[in-house]
């Protein structure tokens, strides 16, 4: 019993915390259109707009721009996903949930992790629905191989930005700001990941830029994920390499988790 108490003291109260986030996503259901909606019509409406003038980088002849733009949408559904969950910090913070949560003899890495794989989840689910759609780009997820790969980047890029997300909310004093840190900060990013533009015709300053962000590698290995037999791939991640970009994105997941839990664990006025 002595053993399994601390086991229970975490995975309980973390459990109870993700089956809230699932509970009230399903309780909001105008929140798929918000999250999976636009996406899609941006990949739709930006895919039949740049084909004609699109040449893919390193990929065969006659690849299209929607493929090409696949990989960078599967993630903008990730991180509009991860904000509006996270969003509910707030909320929580504003309705006093969040402060009886804090009193509670539990640690606040059991919070970080009940709150983080709720969103992911969530967030997972999404990416989920939204791969049904690749071969509506051509794209055939790589076999059995390249959709075990696709599941797991997608596992991990869930958990890294909404890891991303919750530590951004934990400071933010209402949905306003969290919404304007997400248009000035995370959609540059998102922009800068090669989702719309390979690194290889970027303007020479933006080139380090993009290379030093953790989403292009994100980006890349969903890339290399679609075509794990290497034909036709059209990527820019020969910088690494299908187990580098894979390793970039799990040490990026890894990271924001404990930056989101470091965040967690300190207070400020007015909290617990």
């Known amino acids: 019993m002595s053993m399994n108490r601390p086991t229970t003291l975490t995975l309980l109260p973390a459990t109870s915390l993700w089956w809230r986030e699932v509970i009230r996503f399903l309780r909001q259901r105008s929140r798929v259109i918000g999250a999976l909606g636009s996406p899609v019509v941006f990949w739709l409406l930006i895919g039949a707009g740049l084909d004609k003038s699109f040449v893919a980088p390193g990929g065969a002849p006659g690849t299209k721009y929607a493929e090409f733009f696949f990989p960078g949408t599967l993630v903008l559904i990730v991180l509009f996903t991860a904000i509006f969950s ?32 709720g969103g992911a989840t969530l967030a997972f689910l999404q990416g989920c629905l939204f791969l049904c759609l690749a071969p509506l780009a051509g794209i055939s997820l790589g076999g059995p191989v390249g959709l075990l790969l696709t599941l797991y980047l997608l596992a991990v890029v869930s958990i890294a930005l909404t890891s991303v997300g919750f530590a951004i909310a934990w400071w933010m004093e209402s949905t306003q700001g969290f919404h304007a840190i997400m248009n000035v ?55 690494l390499g299908l187990l580098g970009c894979l390793l970039a994105a799990t040490v990026f997941a890894a990271v924001a988790f404990a930056v989101a839990s470091a965040t967690a664990s300190r207070s400020r006025k007015g909290w617990v």
């Open 185 to 239: 900060i995370l959609i540059p990013i998102w922009i800068l990941s090669g989702a719309l533009f390979p690194v290889s015709g970027a303007h020479a300053a933006l080139k380090p830029v993009m290379l030093a962000n953790p989403i292009f590698y994100c980006v890349e290995a969903f890339r290399w994920s679609f075509h794990s037999t290497g034909e036709g791939m059209p990527v820019d991640g020969q910088f």
């Open 86 to 117: 996270t969003i509910s910090i707030i909320d929580d913070r504003k309705e006093g949930f969040l402060q009886s949560v804090l009193v509670a003899p539990v640690s606040r890495m059991t919070i970080v992790l009940g709150k983080v794989m």
